[in-house]
């Protein structure tokens, strides 16, 4: 860094090359450096922070940005810009700052950019971190949005009581693995399905779930699901999407809630499947709910003390799957889309 703060040498960073259709490859994406570390923050504009990014969060929502959109798609998204560094989720150090939240030395969490150094200019979607005794690492998930994610869509949407069972797909996942640890310190009955035996392990050995399947190797996921689940299901927390979400819809109790929170079986398809078993919302009276996490910034601080307790209690395991070096991070985006990662995904880079 130069003393002046001044641009001094190259910013890495991840861009799209191209945009994607069907399942994104390596192609789609590459490092670059550009000339020119943004290590100051334009004075006598707005508010604008200078972001060292320290880990990288991956995360299956980068997946819709990187198809192209056009006016009249059903779901409008902002696509990522290419040539320009994907934007998501990070945990970085303030380098240089003119927002009077944020100083030099802060570390923080938010969306910032897949690069070296970000200067970001919509501060709203940064927070100061307040645990620093914990892993800096778990601001990409357990404590931040995957981790938000779980307890709102599981405490605000679903709703569980004591003594209820709960029913959660990609369950060794960012979002997965704290539904199902958080739905078992409410009191709930708990199985995942995950798409392998280690995975599985984990659920039942590591994360205190009551079951979980291997759901690749099940030829019947009626069967499966009958099994771990003969009393039935009273909240589906569905990460999935596709058949999973058929077969759960047949195995509702009466009351029942299913929350939908993403459905990655089906990004990557030309045609989103149908889902078949809708019928069963009547007569069991089922409420079927979609949320987005953005909606509930506004828990954000109350979740993290909360969390903060839960994982210095001994109550939250936490894994992650951790790949060193901006060089791997496409390769570990394009994972997420085959189960390749254990835990919650992200990229150290510094
Ligand atoms: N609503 C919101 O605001 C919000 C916010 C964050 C995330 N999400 C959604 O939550 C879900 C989980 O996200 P995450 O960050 O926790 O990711 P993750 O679970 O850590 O990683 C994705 C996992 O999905 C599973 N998967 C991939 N392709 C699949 C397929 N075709 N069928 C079934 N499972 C498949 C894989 O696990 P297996 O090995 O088990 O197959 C993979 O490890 C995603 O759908 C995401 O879009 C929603």
Redesign the pocket.
Known sequence: MAANGKVTTTNKKVVLRRYVTGYPTAEDMEVVATPGIPLRAPRGSTAAVVVKNLYLSC???MRGRMTRHDDGDAVPADDFVLGEALVNYTVGEVVDSTHPEFSAGDLVWGMSAWEEYTLVTKTEGLFKINHPELPLSYYTGVLG??GL?AYA?LFEVGKPKGGESVFV????????QVVGQLAKIAGCYVVG????DE?VNILKNEMGFDDAFN?KEEKDLNAALRQCLPGGIDIYFD??G?T?LDAALLHMKVGGRVVI?????QYNLPEHEGVHNLFCLIPKRIRMEG????DYFHLYARFEKEMAGFIKEGNMSVIEDVVQGIEKAPDALIG????R?VG??LVAIA
């Open positions: 995360d299956p929502w949005m995957t994610t869509g797909s990609a369950a060794a996942g960012a979002v997965g399905s995950a798409g392998s995975k759901y990460n999935v596709g999973t929170c993403g459905m990655i079986s949320f987005a996490v953005m997420l889309f085959s189960g990662n919650k995904q």
